[in-house]
């Protein structure tokens, strides 16, 4: 601590040795600092205070109707990066401060100072934006406060509109998208369904309908075998008949050029089936099985008349002339009965062949049903997905045309300014009272470090201590100085008018500081 505070002493007897240079340092720094704070140019200051109204009662109303942006936040936004180059640009040309620029260097200077002191400060949690701007003339802040003023009400009307133009073009072109999709999967669900017309059934599918056709082949087959046994029973009655009336059979012969054979079986047979065909040909074409059956038996039934009347022609020649008795009314019965049951047979017999054929084609056709199913449920949900974001998107696109007009509207967004844009008459910078006493310490600084400097480049050695600490040698004797009156005297003068120049720096000092106090207080 004591070899501390030794060294300390020693410095500061060193730098005391060039007090002078140092006191003359300190009045230059001084001078200069003082002349320098006087000649900063004033600074007006220029303000206004807009409020930012987001609450509108339309925007409960319009709730679940439509996209409702958030206003606070874009607000937010639109403070914090209003001061860009754009904006600002814009600016110099509305408060014409490009006039005074002359070439594009000092234009894009304006335009740099004016982005370091443009300001927007948010007074607190409520929408309230304080606008600033501080400049040496009070009207041209003034200018400057009210151009961006307006560009902060216009950017945050516009930005709203063009983001719901944007929004309302983008879900357009999707729509339209989205409509063309449409089209093509409704092309495919047609063309599949056409491609598998034979396949569509109503709603159990493939294994529904082979159980229908089952159902229907199996009635089908009992009812052919049932027209079978009415009808070998009809011909058994018949050949009862027919044994029972033969010993009452005559013959007759009749004239060649008049003789007429009657066959009643065979005609009541005919009668019937070609009563059948007309039947048939009005809900079938002549491809159908069951007409072609019974254009089948009718050609047989011919043939077989045709045997028949040849047959009894021979009886009739051999004969002797006589009237043969007129078939019984059973008989007759009967052959209608089983010419009936013949026609009934044939068709259950073409129907059964019918619904054979069809079973072995749904039999068939349900190896495949899978693979197509699989195909119509793939389609099917590609378009229910498509169809249902399409209407999504056209829903969308009304709920962005509200939120547009709402947007729009003028009562959603209220923009008041609570303080119009005025320039302070006093100018709030720069504070030469506080700057006054930095130039001071500035130029004390300065005398204090000249004089530090010259102290270790001209080293002064006041006791043997240090020097002995400096060169590491032995020291062998001290001479002291012997001071005489006519040297005291003159430290004495020195001192006091090193003392009369310290004075006079501080009395400089504060004569500046008053006359300033004095010059603030008259002006405000």
Same mark, same amino acid.
């Given at each position: 601590?004591?070899?501390?505070?030794?060294?300390?002493?020693?410095?500061?007897?060193?730098?005391?040795?060039?007090?002078?240079?140092?006191?003359?340092?300190?009045?230059?720094?001084?001078?200069?600092?003082? =002349?320098?704070?006087?000649?900063?140019?004033?600074?007006?200051?220029?303000?206004?205070?807009?409020?930012?109204?987001?609450?509108?009662?339309?925007?409960?109303?319009?709730?679940?109707?439509?996209?409702?942006?958030?206003?606070?936040?874009?607000? #937010?936004?639109?403070?914090?990066?209003?001061?860009?180059?754009?904006?600002?640009?814009?600016?110099?040309?509305?408060?014409?401060?490009?006039?005074? /620029?002359?070439?594009?260097?000092?234009?894009?200077?304006?335009?740099?100072?004016?982005?370091?002191?443009?300001?927007?400060?948010?007074?607190?949690?409520?929408?309230?934006?304080?606008?600033?701007?501080?400049?040496?003339?009070?009207?041209?802040?003034?200018?400057? =406060?009210?151009?961006?003023?307006?560009?902060?009400?216009?950017?945050?009307?516009?930005?709203?509109?063009?983001?719901?133009?944007?929004?309302?073009?983008?879900?357009?072109?999707?729509?339209?998208?989205?409509?063309?999709?449409?089209?093509?999967?409704?092309?495919?669900?047609?063309?599949?369904?056409?491609?598998?017309?034979?396949?569509?059934?109503?709603?159990?599918?493939?294994? /529904?309908?082979?159980?229908?056709?089952?159902?229907?082949?199996?009635?089908?087959?009992?009812?052919?075998?049932?027209?079978?046994?009415?009808?070998?029973? #009809?011909? &058994?009655?018949?050949? @009862?008949?027919?044994?029972?009336? &033969?010993?009452?059979?005559?013959?007759?012969?009749?004239?060649? /050029?008049?003789?007429?054979?009657?066959? *009643?079986?065979?005609?009541?047979?005919?009668?019937?089936?070609?009563?059948?065909?007309?039947?048939?040909?009005?809900?079938?074409?002549?491809?159908?099985?069951? =007409?072609?059956?019974?254009?089948?038996?009718? @050609?047989?039934?011919?043939?077989?008349?045709?045997?028949?009347?040849?047959?009894?022609?021979?009886?009739?020649?051999?004969?002797?002339?006589?009237?043969?008795?007129?078939?019984?009314?059973?008989?007759?019965?009967?052959?209608?009965?089983?010419?009936?049951?013949?026609?009934? =047979?044939?068709?259950?017999?073409?129907?059964?062949?019918?619904?054979?054929?069809?079973?072995?084609?749904?039999?068939?056709?349900?190896?495949?049903?899978?693979?197509?199913?699989?195909?119509?449920?793939?389609?099917?949900?590609?378009?229910?997905?498509?169809?249902?974001?399409?209407?999504?998107?056209?829903?969308?696109?009304?709920?962005?045309?509200?939120?547009?007009?709402?947007?729009?509207?003028?009562?959603?967004?209220?923009?008041?300014?609570?303080? *119009?844009?005025?320039?302070?008459?006093?100018?709030?910078?720069?504070?030469?009272?506080?700057?006054?006493?930095?130039?001071?310490?500035?130029?004390?600084?300065?005398?204090?470090?000249?004089?530090?400097?010259?102290?270790?480049?001209?080293?002064?050695?006041?006791? *043997?201590?240090?020097?002995?600490?400096?060169?590491?040698?032995?020291?062998?004797?001290?001479?002291?100085?012997?001071?005489?009156?006519?040297?005291?005297?003159?430290?004495?003068?020195?001192?006091?008018?090193?003392?009369?120049?310290?004075?006079?720096?501080?009395?400089?000092?504060?004569?500046?500081?008053?006359?300033?106090?004095?010059? #603030?207080?008259?002006?405000?």
């Amino acid at each position: 601590m004591d070899e501390l505070l030794a060294q300390s002493i020693s410095v500061a007897r060193g730098m005391w040795r060039h007090r002078w240079p140092a006191m003359l340092v300190a009045w230059l720094v001084a001078v200069a600092g003082i =002349v320098v704070v006087l000649a900063v140019p004033d600074k007006y200051e220029a303000s206004a205070r807009i409020y930012v109204d987001t609450q509108s009662i339309l925007q409960p109303l319009m709730a679940g109707m439509t996209v409702a942006p958030n206003i606070d936040q874009q607000v #937010a936004m639109l403070s914090r990066t209003l001061i860009s180059r754009p904006n600002v640009e814009k600016l110099v040309r509305m408060a014409d401060l490009d006039l005074a /620029s002359n070439t594009k260097v000092e234009q894009e200077a304006l335009i740099e100072q004016l982005m370091k002191t443009l300001e927007i400060r948010n007074a607190g949690r409520d929408n309230l934006y304080t606008l600033s701007f501080r400049d040496s003339s009070a009207e041209r802040a003034k200018r400057v =406060v009210q151009s961006l003023t307006s560009i902060f009400i216009e950017s945050s009307l516009g930005k709203g509109r063009k983001d719901s133009d944007g929004a309302k073009k983008f879900i357009e072109d999707q729509i339209k998208a989205y409509v063309v999709k449409l089209e093509e999967a409704e092309s495919r669900l047609k063309e599949f369904r056409l491609r598998n017309l034979d396949m569509q059934t109503n709603e159990g599918g493939i294994a /529904s309908m082979v159980g229908d056709i089952n159902g229907l082949l199996d009635r089908a087959r009992l009812e052919l075998r049932e027209a079978e046994k009415a009808r070998d029973s #009809a011909r &058994s009655q018949i050949e @009862a008949e027919k044994s029972q009336a &033969s010993n009452f059979t005559m013959r007759s012969v009749l004239q060649e /050029s008049a003789m007429q054979v009657a066959t *009643p079986e065979v005609d009541a047979r005919l009668a019937v089936q070609k009563q059948s065909l007309d039947g048939l040909l009005q809900r079938f074409t002549d491809q159908h099985p069951d =007409v072609a059956n019974t254009r089948r038996l009718i @050609a047989e039934l011919e043939e077989r008349k045709q045997a028949e009347v040849a047959e009894l022609r021979k009886v009739s020649l051999a004969s002797p002339v006589g009237a043969a008795p007129a078939p019984s009314l059973a008989l007759q019965e009967l052959g209608r009965m089983v010419a009936a049951s013949e026609v009934q =047979v044939a068709s259950l017999r073409a129907r059964v062949a019918e619904y054979e054929s069809r079973a072995r084609k749904a039999r068939e056709a349900m190896k495949t049903a899978p693979k197509i199913e699989i195909e119509f449920a793939q389609l099917n949900r590609d378009y229910s997905v498509q169809k249902k974001n399409y209407e999504s998107l056209v829903a969308r696109r009304e709920s962005a045309s509200l939120a547009g007009d709402l947007e729009g509207n003028s009562g959603v967004v209220d923009f008041r300014l609570i303080d *119009p844009p005025r320039a302070a008459p006093n100018p709030v910078a720069p504070n030469r009272l506080l700057l006054l006493p930095m130039a001071i310490g500035a130029a004390l600084a300065a005398g204090l470090g000249l004089a530090f400097v010259l102290s270790q480049l001209r080293a002064v050695f006041f006791d *043997p201590h240090a020097l002995r600490s400096a060169i590491g040698l032995p020291i062998l004797g001290v001479v002291s100085l012997l001071v005489t009156d006519a040297r005291r005297a003159k430290e004495r003068r020195s001192t006091g008018l090193f003392a009369l120049a310290f004075g006079g720096l501080m009395l400089v000092f504060f004569g500046a500081s008053v006359a300033l106090t004095f010059l #603030a207080n008259r002006g405000g």
